[in-house]
């Protein structure tokens, strides 16, 4: 079985909340996963899984939160020599469109900047992401699982 790595920054807990919730649906099918928070975890930390799941919010129009966005500022130094990647993004929608959930895409960024692979589409999570406890996020994780074989 693979092994899955998360590395996550979340201010307010939204973050936290849906890589536990993936995380979990990922343990129930037996894969070996770890998770991190991005304030404890180096970029060199991405070379150590198979498969490195990136999470973080959107804060301050656009940005990553502070703690990824050094992570990712770091990830310069690393190559991930084509290692499957796939990107957690949150956002509010009250936030114009150009500043909308905008993490996913500086996470992409981060990842093909190291020579990683995203391996389907970003999971992003507009508002509240409780609401999606029943349906996106279940749907995502089955898509990457489905990615994982
Ligand atoms: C000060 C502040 C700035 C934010 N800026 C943005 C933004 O630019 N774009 C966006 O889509 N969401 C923005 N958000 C919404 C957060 O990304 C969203 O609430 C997220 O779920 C927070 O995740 P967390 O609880 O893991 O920190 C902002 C929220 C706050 C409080």
Redesign the pocket.
Known sequence: MKSILFIF?????????VVEFVADLLRQKKYEVQIKRAEMSGSKDMLKADVVVLGS???????L?DHMAKFARAMKDIDLKGKPCAVIG??????EAQ?????APDLEKAIQGSNGKLILPSLR?????VMHLKGLIPHWTKQLISKLV
């Not at 920054?9 to 909340?17: C, I, Y």
């Not at 999570?125 to 992401?129: K, L, Q, T, V």
């Open positions: 920054g979340s201010t307010g807990g939204n973050t936290e909340m919010p959107t804060y301050g129009h656009g940005l939160e949150l956002g509010d929608p009250k936030y500043y909308h959930i905008e993490a999570i507009s508002g509240a992401p």
